[in-house]
């Protein structure tokens, strides 16, 4: 079975400061890794994924993600961040490539003027 | 394109009363899942089918859960009778499920659940 832990439940950063958002997860075999963005009273977006191919992956909105094996981790980073980026985030696993996927608790992100 | 489109958006309901929840997925997209989101929690699957056949149900609550995806398009998620529990948001989810790469999902709004 695969599991996420999203490490902070709340991250503060101010605007224009480096967004750092902690995901590591658990999985038997090599992984299908996401993160997706959740607006209030809105559906989640895929920010970016990893497939196997290139470890650092480049999402929307600035945003990226390094896939380290041996952490186990897949964080995401955005190097200025902007007011709109005031959201959930969500860090995803699936070990399969149209299987289900399991999701971690989530990320508020706040971004102070 | 048009999105993943749920109804109704909200919904208030005593506890032991039932619900139905509805979702139209993207057009031509073959897998369709739902979500469970409680409050401050990530979501959490509760049956993914494959057209109109079921792949993945067993996180489903069955003695008080069900659903449906009659031609393979349009699907309905059921409580009945609902607990106070079941306050939550349900996502709907619909992938193409194309061979080889990455499946993406794409999600609807949600419809949010409130059980007095």
């Known amino acids: 079975a695969q599991s996420v832990t999203q490490l902070g439940s709340h991250v503060s950063v101010s605007e224009g400061a480096l967004v750092l958002l902690r995901c590591n997860y658990s999985?038997?075999?090599?992984?299908?890794l996401f993160w997706y963005v959740q607006y209030p009273n809105q559906g989640l977006q895929l920010l970016l994924k990893?497939?196997?191919?290139?470890?650092l992956v480049k999402g929307i909105n600035g945003f990226e993600a390094e896939f380290k094996k041996s952490e186990t981790s897949f964080h995401l980073t955005k190097p200025s961040a902007h007011m709109s980026d005031a959201a959930e985030y969500f860090c995803?696993?699936?070990?399969?490539?149209?299987?289900?996927?399991?999701f971690g608790d989530g990320t508020t992100l706040t971004v102070k003027p | 394109e048009a999105g993943v489109a749920q109804s109704p958006r909200y919904k208030i309901i005593e506890k032991r009363q039932s619900v139905a929840f509805w979702c139209n997925p993207i057009?031509?997209?073959?897998?369709l899942y739902w979500y469970q989101q409680i409050l401050g929690q990530g979501p959490k699957l509760l049956i993914q089918?494959?057209?109109?056949?079921?792949?993945?149900d067993s996180q489903l609550p069955k003695d008080r859960f069900s659903a449906e995806r009659l031609k393979g398009v349009d699907s309905t998620l059921k409580i009945q009778p609902a607990k106070l529990e079941d306050s939550a948001v349900y996502l709907c989810?619909?992938?193409?499920?194309?061979?080889?790469?990455?499946?993406?999902?794409?999600f609807g709004p949600g419809t949010r659940l409130t059980v007095l």
């Open positions: 999985s038997s075999v090599p992984p299908y």
């Open positions: 989810a619909s992938s193409a499920n194309q061979a080889g790469g990455t499946d993406t999902q794409y």
């Open positions: 057009s031509g997209h073959a897998t």
């Open positions: 995803a696993v699936s070990v399969t490539n149209a299987g289900k996927s399991t």
């Open positions: 990893y497939t196997s191919a290139a470890t």
């Open positions: 089918f494959q057209n109109n056949g079921v792949v993945d």
